[in-house]
């Protein structure tokens, strides 16, 4: 097998500024308006997020009787200082089966007798929810990933 030597030249193109203005999404086009690229990474206040039915990870922790589990999101928090959890309702499951032997959803938030739910941001677009159960989890060993299956809503403030 042979190859031939080639030269390679330098083709670089300059571009055409009378067509800046027509580029797709104000890439190049240079009355961009910073506004609404921040918009379309960072939330602001009174920003919402929420999901439809999704699994999220985590685990067990403090003697069973603490879950925390992470939520990845679509935008930065550079800007928020606290979020409100409106809506988390799920299913938890985990190594042995449902946690609790409870399969329906459930509605952590009213159920304020048995869980308190407490939100840490833990990086630039990643929080961790963390319910604590005024008793011990069930059918589930300290220590073990665990899943909820549901319904998540957050405000940004």
């Known amino acids: 097998m042979s190859y031939e030597k080639q030269e390679w030249t330098n083709n670089i193109s300059t571009v055409d500024e009378t067509k800046m203005n027509h580029i797709e999404d104000g890439i190049y086009d240079n009355s961009i308006d910073i506004e609404a690229l921040y918009n379309k990474v960072l939330y602001k206040v009174n920003d919402t ?6 699994a999220f990870t985590g685990f067990v922790s403090n003697n069973t009787t ?9 935008k930065r928090l550079d800007n928020i200082t606290t979020i409100t959890i409106t809506d988390l309702r799920g299913t938890l499951r985990g190594d042995k ?7 329906t959803v459930h509605d952590f938030l009213t159920d304020t007798s048995n869980y308190t739910i407490t939100y840490a941001k ?7 929810i ?5 008793t011990a989890f069930t059918n589930v060993d300290n220590n073990t ?3 909820i299956a549901g319904y998540i809503g957050l405000t940004f403030n």
């Open 49 to 54: 997020f929420s999901t439809s039915y999704t």
């Open 122 to 128: 833990k990086s630039e677009n990643m929080i961790v």
């Open 145 to 147: 990933p665990v899943s």
């Open 97 to 103: 089966g449902y946690l609790n032997s409870d399969s």
């Open 130 to 134: 963390i319910m604590n159960k005024s």
């Open 66 to 74: 603490e879950i925390q589990f992470s939520v990845v999101l679509p």
